[in-house]
C-alpha cells in the first residue's frame, strides 16, 4: 500500500458518550449501549435520524463458556442499528469489526466509510460484559483444535499467555515486579479521578500491589484488569461537517495494526514475537501518517495487562529497548509532571476496567479536544491510542489539528 | 533450551487444582530454531529453571492410555518432587511398535482424575 493514509485529517470524532463502568451493571448491556449512544450523538450536537452508520467490534473476550446473547453479553452492530432505527435513524452501513485489537479496527471501519461517502454520521461504540461467576473458567474436559496441543499441559487461559512473555522480558532486561508496581500506580491513580471508572477515589497503593499473591507467576492479579459492564460511544463524521459542530473535531491521522510474524500454538507469544511485529506496526503508522514518535504528546499506551505498558513504549520508541521497566519506575509517564509522557492519563484499563480499548481512545479524545477538564494537559497536539498486543492489536493516531 | 517459564498457581480448568502449582515452560528446539513448545517441566514448581536451561522431551501420561509432550531440565535427574512420571524421550502413546523406549522407574501416576485431554485421544473406544 501506498506510504501515506490518502484520508489522513478527513474525519474526525464530534463527540462522546461514556456510561458509569460497574462489576455488574444494574441493567442489561444493550439498555446501556442504547443510552450511551444516545448521550454521544447528542453530545456532539446531531440527532438520532442523522446517524446512517453504526460501527462496532462486539468480541466478548472471555476464555469461558459463557454464551455470547446479542444485546445482553455483546451488542452488535446490527443490534444497535435495530434499536436506532425504531428511533428514526437509517442506518444503511452496519459493520463489526472481527479481530483482535477492537476499536483500532473499528475505528478504520468507521473512517473508512466516512471518506468513502458510505455514510456521514458514524456511531462507534464498544459495550463490555462481565458475566456471573469466573469471567475465563471453563468447563471443558476435552480439547479440540490447536488447544489439544497446549491445554493438556495445564497452559490454558489469558493469565499463562502474557505470563512467558513478562517473565521473558523480566528476565532478559533485569526487571523486576517492584518496578511493575510503578505502572499499576500510574494508572490507579489516573483512575480514580475518572467519575465513571470502576476504580473511581480508589488509588491502588504500592505495598498492597507488592502483597498481592501470585497467580501465575510473575502475574498477580492487578496486573489484570478486571471485568466490568461498560459502554463507550463516540460519534465520527467528516472533518469539513465536524467544524460545524458544538465541539472541537479530533482528527484521525492514521492508523496501523500488527500482524504476528508466525505460527504459533494458541497462546503463545513469545517476547520477540510482540516486540518484532510492534516495531513494524510502528513504522507503518508513522509512515502513514508522516508524523514520527517525537511529536506524539499523548501515548496512550494498552494495559488490559500490565507487561503490554513496558512493551507499548519501547514499540512506539518512546524509550529505548529494555528499559520500559526503568523509565516508568522513574516517573517518565507521571501524568502530573508536564515534562513526562502521560501514556496512562486515561487510567487505561488497569485504572477503568476491562474496557479494551476505549480508555485510550476517549483519553486522546477528550484532551485534544480541550475537553478533559481539571485534567486537561496544557500540550495535547498528537495522541496515539493503543490496543492488545504489538503484534495483534493496532493502534490510531489523533491530531487537534487536521493534517 | 528454555526461553520463559511460569508457574501456574490458579487454573480456569477442571481437573488441575490437585497438580497446582506446575511449573510450565516455554521451549525452543535445538532442532529448528524458532520452533518454540510449551509443556509441564516435570521437575517440579521449585526446580532451579532459568533462561536458556537445557531441557529434554520427556512424556507426562495424564490419563489410561494418554500421554503428552513434557521437558526435564537436562542433567537435574528425572524430577521426582512433583510425584509426577516421566518416560524420557519415548513414543507418544500408541505411536510405537517397536515397544517402549524405556519405562518410568515408579509408575505413571494414574491417580483417574478427570483430566484435559486431547480430542483426538480416544475415549472408550470412540
Known amino acids: 500500500m501506498s506510504a501515506r493514509f490518502a484520508a489522513a485529517g478527513q474525519v474526525a470524532i464530534a463527540g462522546y458518550a461514556h456510561s458509569m463502568i460497574d462489576r455488574h451493571a444494574p441493567r442489561p448491556l444493550g439498555a446501556l449501549a442504547v443510552e450511551t449512544a444516545r448521550a454521544a450523538i447528542a453530545d456532539a450536537g446531531a440527532c438520532i435520524s442523522d446517524i446512517d452508520g453504526v460501527v462496532t467490534a462486539a468480541l466478548f473476550p472471555t476464555a469461558g463458556a459463557h454464551a455470547a446473547e446479542d444485546g445482553v453479553a455483546v451488542v452488535t452492530a446490527n443490534w444497535m442499528a435495530e434499536q436506532l432505527a425504531r428511533a428514526g435513524a437509517r442506518p444503511g452501513y452496519v459493520s463489526g469489526f472481527q479481530g483482535i485489537g477492537q476499536m483500532p479496527g473499528a475505528v478504520a471501519i468507521a473512517v473508512n466509510a466516512l471518506a468513502a461517502g458510505?455514510?456521514?454520521?458514524?456511531?462507534?461504540?464498544?459495550?463490555?460484559?462481565?458475566?456471573?461467576?469466573?469471567?475465563?473458567?471453563?468447563?471443558?474436559?476435552?480439547?479440540?483444535?490447536?488447544q489439544q496441543w497446549t491445554a493438556p499441559a495445564g497452559f490454558f487461559g489469558p493469565l499463562a499467555m502474557i505470563a512467558l512473555p513478562y517473565n521473558e522480558y523480566l528476565q532478559r532486561y533485569r526487571?523486576?515486579?517492584?518496578?511493575?508496581?510503578?505502572?499499576?500506580?500510574?494508572?490507579?491513580?489516573?483512575?480514580?479521578?475518572?467519575?465513571?471508572?470502576?476504580?473511581?477515589?480508589?488509588?491502588?497503593?504500592?505495598?498492597?500491589?507488592?502483597?498481592?499473591?501470585?497467580?501465575?507467576?510473575?502475574?498477580c492479579r492487578h496486573d489484570c484488569d478486571i471485568p466490568v459492564d461498560g459502554v463507550a460511544a463516540f460519534v465520527l463524521t467528516r472533518a469539513d461537517r465536524a467544524r460545524d459542530l458544538p465541539n472541537k473535531p479530533v482528527y484521525v491521522a492514521g492508523y496501523a495494526s500488527g500482524m504476528q510474524p508466525r505460527r504459533r500454538l494458541p497462546l503463545h507469544w513469545p517476547l520477540d514475537d510482540i516486540m518484532g511485529a510492534g516495531a513494524q506496526l510502528a513504522r507503518d503508522l508513522w509512515a502513514r501518517t508522516g508524523i514520527g514518535p517525537d511529536q506524539v504528546d499523548l501515548p496512550q499506551v494498552y494495559d488490559g495487562f500490565s507487561p503490554f505498558v513496558w512493551f507499548w513504549l519501547e514499540v512506539l520508541g518512546l524509550c529505548p529497548p529494555g528499559e520500559a521497566h526503568r523509565f516508568v519506575a522513574d516517573g517518565g509517564i507521571d501524568s502530573d509532571d508536564p515534562a513526562a509522557l502521560p501514556a496512562l492519563s486515561g487510567g487505561g484499563a488497569l485504572g477503568n476496567g476491562r474496557m479494551h480499548g476505549l480508555p485510550q481512545m476517549l483519553e486522546c479524545y477528550l484532551q485534544l479536544a480541550g475537553r478533559a477538564g481539571r485534567r486537561q494537559r496544557a500540550r495535547a497536539t498528537v495522541g496515539v491510542a493503543c490496543q492488545s498486543s504489538p503484534h495483534y492489536g493496532g493502534a490510531v493516531m489523533y491530531t487537534a489539528e487536521p493534517t | 533450551m528454555v526461553r520463559s517459564w511460569t508457574i501456574i498457581r490458579q487454573s480456569f480448568l477442571p481437573g488441575f487444582d490437585a497438580d497446582l502449582p506446575f511449573l510450565l515452560v516455554d521451549v525452543e528446539l535445538a532442532e529448528q530454531p524458532e520452533l518454540r513448545m510449551i509443556g509441564r517441566l516435570l521437575d517440579g514448581p521449585t526446580a532451579p529453571v532459568r533462561i536458556g536451561a537445557p531441557v529434554s522431551v520427556a512424556f507426562e501420561d495424564?490419563?489410561?492410555?494418554?500421554?503428552?509432550?513434557?521437558?526435564?531440565?537436562?542433567?537435574?535427574?528425572?524430577?521426582?518432587?512433583?510425584?509426577?512420571?516421566?518416560?524420557?524421550?519415548?513414543?507418544?502413546?500408541?505411536?510405537?511398535?517397536?515397544?517402549?523406549?524405556?519405562?518410568?522407574?515408579?509408575?505413571?501416576?494414574?491417580?483417574?482424575?478427570?483430566?484435559?485431554?486431547?480430542?483426538?485421544?480416544?475415549?472408550?473406544?470412540?
Open chain 2, 62 to 126: 495424564v490419563a489410561e492410555g494418554v500421554s503428552v509432550p513434557a521437558f526435564t531440565l537436562t542433567g537435574s535427574g528425572r524430577g521426582s518432587e512433583s510425584g509426577r512420571a516421566a518416560r524420557p524421550l519415548t513414543r507418544p502413546a500408541g505411536a510405537g511398535e517397536e515397544g517402549p523406549v524405556s519405562e518410568p522407574a515408579s509408575e505413571p501416576a494414574s491417580t483417574g482424575r478427570p483430566r484435559m485431554r486431547p480430542a483426538g485421544a480416544s475415549e472408550e473406544g470412540s
Open chain 1, 175 to 219: 526487571a523486576t515486579r517492584q518496578e511493575m508496581a510503578a505502572v499499576l500506580v500510574e494508572a490507579r491513580k489516573n483512575g480514580a479521578r475518572l467519575p465513571w471508572s470502576y476504580w473511581r477515589e480508589r488509588p491502588l497503593p504500592e505495598a498492597e500491589y507488592l502483597a498481592s499473591p501470585v497467580l501465575a507467576d510473575p502475574v
Open chain 1, 118 to 146: 458510505a455514510a456521514d454520521y458514524v456511531l462507534l461504540y464498544r459495550a463490555l460484559h462481565n458475566p456471573p461467576g469466573s469471567y475465563h473458567a471453563n468447563p471443558m474436559v476435552r480439547a479440540a483444535g490447536a
